[in-house]
């Protein structure tokens, strides 16, 4: 069976979500693909919980969007339904704390508006190739094999998919040492008192001894603590080595060691503290996410590679169709992050060039497998920013299909 569409979404994160909205509202008949069964990707089936890269950079001025159109729709939408008037200060950045279960029902809510829109869950992406003038998907629903046809071809898997089944030349990785690690993420609930930073400190320093003392594996270092916007619910991130030199995203084997092990940590951590403080003593077992987080597998080479030194001196382009403004936030190692912030509190741009390649017209690719270089990737693949890069390939995949 085969379905036929303008535009094909393939990956229904936060820049599948905004393209295929883009898409559809643009327009197009659009088909939107994602193997899990909610949308939202990381911020829903990983259990990320801030919105970052919403804003204005300049935290001396009082809080603004940085992009216009569905970063804003779906920045409001959530902060109507967890109850914030206005994002967190968190040092040098605002940031929106966001609820997984809720941008779940947000996207479903926007996508269900569209009457151009199909969503097509529980399949994945399997093969590409080229059929005359259209883009031709096999995909599979439950061991049901299908085909999806198209005039333009929106990549937001975040794995740069399109490339690694049609021509590998077109997508770079980073070698493993440097990727960014992988985190398992689960919220606590029934959690009382306050949580502040001097209490971060203290369940730090409990955890040390803790390891310490053999009474916690050495994994439970990368741990860290976020409240909800809602009472009594806490997520725990745990950031991991995934064997460091020996990580490999896309190892079925490797990825498997990463689930089991972010679990082990996370139930060890919530006995530890269930019985050592008393914030802890009425929390059921954590709810587990669907899947580890993933930062960093493989992204395109676009027309331009934009990079971190591009960022870090607030660059401007002629073609640019979205802003950036979140500071690089490399995680190379479980031991937290380093950050390098754009020099000057300013936005800097992200060229149209970092969504296609002009020798494979009606490709386009956004989110994190967008066209950037490690350091840039550390800005780029937060959640606000993904969205804001989805909505433009999903306006330049409407225009190319208009034209077909
Ligand atoms: C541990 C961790 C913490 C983070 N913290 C923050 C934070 O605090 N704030 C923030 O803004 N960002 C944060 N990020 C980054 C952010 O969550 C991701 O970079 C962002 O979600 C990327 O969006 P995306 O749409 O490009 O990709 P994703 O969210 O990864 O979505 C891609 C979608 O494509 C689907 N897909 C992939 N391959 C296929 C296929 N073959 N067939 C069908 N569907 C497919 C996936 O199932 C997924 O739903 C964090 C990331 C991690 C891992």
């Not at 077109?170 to 502040?196: K, N, V």
């Not at 403080?277 to 993933?294: E, R, S, V």
């Amino acid at each position: 069976m085969t379905l036929e569409a303008d535009v094909i979404i393939a990956g229904g994160g936060s820049a599948g979500l905004a393209a295929a909205l883009a898409s559809a509202r643009g327009g197009a008949r659009t088909l939107l693909l994602e193997r899990q069964t909610k949308l939202g990707g990381m911020g829903t089936n990983a259990l990320v919980h801030t919105f970052c890269g919403l804003f204005h950079p300049d935290v001396s001025l009082p809080w603004a969007w940085l992009n216009a159109g569905i970063p804003v729709e779906i920045g409001q939408a959530m902060m109507e339904r967890t109850g914030q008037s206005a994002p967190d200060l968190m040092g040098k950045v605002y940031v929106l704390r966001q609820h997984p279960s809720l941008y779940a029902q947000i996207a479903d809510e926007l996508c269900a508006a569209e009457s151009n829109l199909t969503i097509l869950t529980g399949s994945e992406w399997t093969d590409l190739h080229r059929d005359g003038n259209r883009w031709q998907l096999d995909i599979m629903t439950r061991g049901a094999k299908r085909q999806l046809k198209g005039k333009a071809l929106v990549d937001t898997t975040g794995d740069a998919t399109g490339a690694r089944l049609l021509n590998p030349e077109w997508c770079q990785q980073t070698e493993s040492a440097r990727l960014y690690r992988p985190a398992y993420i689960c919220a606590f609930h029934g959690m009382t008192g306050t949580h502040d930073d001097g209490w971060r400190l203290q369940i730090g320093a409990m955890i040390v001894r803790a390891i310490r003392d053999g009474k916690l594996p050495p994994e439970a270092m990368g741990a860290g603590f976020r409240d909800s916007p809602f009472a009594g619910e806490t997520f725990l991130t745990v950031d991991l080595e995934a064997g460091q030199g020996e990580w490999d995203p896309f190892d079925p084997v490797k990825r498997a060691r990463v689930e089991r092990e972010g679990r082990e940590v996370a139930l060890a951590l919530w006995s530890f503290l269930r019985a050592e403080h008393a914030d802890f003593k009425n929390c059921p077992p954590p709810m587990l996410p669907t899947k580890a987080g993933i930062r960093e597998t493989a992204r395109y080479i676009g027309d331009y590679v934009i990079t971190g030194d591009d960022l870090g001196l607030s660059r401007r382009f002629e073609d640019e169709v979205a802003l950036a403004g979140w500071p690089m936030e490399k995680r190379e190692n479980a031991r937290g992050p380093k950050f390098r912030f754009f020099d000057e509190p300013k936005p800097g741009g992200i060229p149209a060039r970092c969504l296609f390649r002009q020798d494979v017209p009606g490709l386009y690719f956004a989110g994190r497998c967008l066209s950037a270089d490690h350091e840039a990737l550390a800005s780029l693949r937060v959640m606000g920013t993904c969205m804001a890069t989805g909505e433009a390939a999903g306006k330049l995949a409407v225009d190319f299909a208009s034209r077909c």
